[in-house]
Nanobody
């Protein structure tokens, strides 16, 4: 099992910045990729960004160039730096970890609310 705890959400004005953090605990040695997803009520959870154990990154189209994902494997942490925030970035942001090789399992944090006011 892997446990994930997010922090750093909050209320910010459009154009502002926030930094989300996520710490992993448990079977962290089994983690391959980590990432961030977000969800608005009534919509599906969507990928924001993810990062592999080798450092390769992948971003959702709507955040490309504004958000940056990074990872500190020694501390079992993943970060999401969010700049130039827009009202449409308002959502609950979830930390994700994908662990295991043969049959990868997704683990999720409890979510942190990000609200961007116009």
């Amino acid at each position: 099992q892997v446990q994930l705890v997010e922090s750093g959400g909050g209320l910010v004005q459009a154009g502002g910045s926030l930094r989300l953090s996520c710490v992993a605990a448990g079977r962290t040695w089994s983690i391959n990729a980590m990432g961030w997803y977000r969800q608005v009520p009534g919509n599906q959870r969507e990928l924001v960004a993810d990062i592999s154990s080798g450092g390769s990154t992948n971003y959702g189209d709507s955040v490309m160039g504004r958000f940056t994902i990074s990872r500190d494997s020694a501390k079992n942490m993943v970060y999401l730096q969010m700049n130039s925030l827009k009202p449409e970035d308002t959502a609950v942001y979830y930390c994700n970890a994908r662990a295991g090789q043969m049959r990868p399992t997704d683990y999720w944090g409890q979510g942190t609310q990000v609200t961007v006011s116009s």
